[in-house]
């Protein structure tokens, strides 16, 4: 499909949409995230990067493109990350928006690590940065960049919150759906990274296991509703899910009636938090100690380690109504 083009653009942080009462200018965003995701993949990702880019009080100091591995149904061309730049430059165009920085990954797994990447690099120079600001490095897919700062700095792992959407379902807590591979899909990109991520650093870690992503389910009545209403963007984002339901149609038949956008919780945990005390008081999460990885991706339970936020329900309602919310703004303004 080719993607149409913005009829103006704006500089990223500018809000031109808002009247003088509802953004002020010069004020200071209260966040600062990175946005870590494999964009040669499902297109729930392309979603997840327009929405915090439009987000309020939440500055994005940057665009991670991560890998798929090899194996991966998305990765025909085995260039993963120059295919998830190619989207993310297009989708910006759509979207209008200028002074967005992207940042390329490494196509390989952390195993084949020899240094650090651009990507791994920016979570880096982010990280030591002289700013008091919380940093949230949200990651839908592999966790090979991560690492790869980490290991190339470690100091970073008291500076920064990981946000992942990855991991299985946890034994006692949730059934693992029928049909479902054992090793969940970020995951399975990336086994070794996510183990030196919890087995080798003290990083602190926010995750989203498989059952609680998976509960971003959002109806095409709605989906279709609510890009109906956001003119270009709305229009790109829905035939990139459009070409998915296509593209498994021949294996699964009729994809049903609803979508997982399961990378938008990465929005709703890092840039809709609270007020007054911030923080993601409309969800649910327990503290447990922070798990280890076998060398298969499974989980392991020591009791000496760093605590952790495992989340067991996120608040679909603000996250969704924002979502749609602010692609319709954005549009309205753009096609006045």
Request: glycine share 12%; net charge negative.
């Given at each position: 499909m080719t993607a149409p083009t913005a009829p103006k653009t704006w500089a990223y942080g500018s809000f031109p949409w808002l009247g003088p009462d509802e953004h002020i200018p010069g004020t200071r965003p209260r966040?600062?995230?990175?946005?870590?995701?494999?964009?040669?993949?499902?297109?729930?990702?392309?979603?997840?990067?327009?929405?915090?880019?439009?987000?309020?009080?939440?500055?994005?100091?940057?665009?991670?493109?991560?890998?798929?591995?090899?194996?991966?149904?998305?990765?025909?061309?085995?260039?993963?990350?120059?295919?998830?730049?190619?989207?993310?430059?297009?989708?910006?165009?759509?979207?209008?928006?200028?002074?967005?920085?992207?940042?390329?990954?490494?196509?390989?797994?952390?195993?084949?690590?020899?240094?650090?990447?651009?990507?791994?690099?920016?979570?880096?120079?982010?990280?030591?940065?002289?700013?008091?600001?919380?940093?949230?490095?949200?990651?839908?897919?592999?966790?090979?960049?991560?690492?790869?700062?980490?290991?190339?700095?470690?100091?970073?792992?008291?500076?920064?919150?990981?946000?992942?959407?990855?991991?299985?379902?946890?034994?006692?807590?949730?059934?693992?759906?029928?049909?479902?591979?054992?090793?969940?899909?970020?995951?399975?990109?990336?086994?070794?990274?996510?183990?030196?991520?919890?087995n080798d650093t003290d990083v602190r870690v926010w995750q989203m296991p498989r059952d609680v992503y998976r509960s971003s389910q959002v109806p095409f009545t709605v989906i279709r509703r609510g890009c109906r209403r956001a003119g270009a963007l709305g229009e790109y984002l829905l035939g990139r899910l459009n070409l998915v339901r296509r593209m498994i149609a021949p294996f699964v038949g009729h994809a049903g009636a609803t979508y997982v956008l399961g990378d938008q919780p990465l929005v709703l945990l890092s840039s809709l938090q609270t007020t007054f005390e911030p923080d993601t008081a409309s969800s649910a999460y327990d503290v447990v100690p922070r798990v280890a990885l076998a060398a298969d991706g499974t989980y392991r339970y020591p009791q000496d380690t760093r605590p952790m936020r495992l989340y067991t329900r996120i608040d679909n309602t603000i996250l969704f109504d924002d979502m749609f919310a602010s692609f319709e703004a954005l549009s309205t303004w753009l096609e006045a």
């Open positions: 966040t600062r995230v990175i946005v870590d995701n494999d964009f040669a993949g499902d297109p729930d990702d392309l979603f997840q990067l327009a929405h915090h880019l439009l987000v309020e009080g939440t500055e994005v100091r940057g665009v991670v493109v991560s890998r798929l591995n090899e194996d991966n149904a998305w990765n025909s061309t085995g260039a993963s990350v120059a295919t998830g730049r190619e989207n993310v430059e297009e989708l910006l165009a759509v979207m209008g928006v200028t002074g967005v920085g992207v940042h390329d990954g490494d196509d390989r797994g952390f195993a084949a690590y020899d240094g650090p990447t651009d990507a791994s690099r920016l979570i880096v120079n982010e990280a030591m940065a002289d700013d008091e600001r919380p940093l949230y490095v949200v990651t839908g897919g592999g966790l090979g960049e991560v690492a790869r700062a980490l290991k190339a700095e470690p100091a970073i792992a008291e500076r920064m919150i990981l946000i992942w959407i990855g991991g299985s379902e946890h034994p006692g807590r949730a059934w693992v759906p029928d049909g479902a591979t054992v090793l969940e899909y970020n995951m399975a990109i990336d086994v070794p990274a996510a183990m030196y991520v919890f």
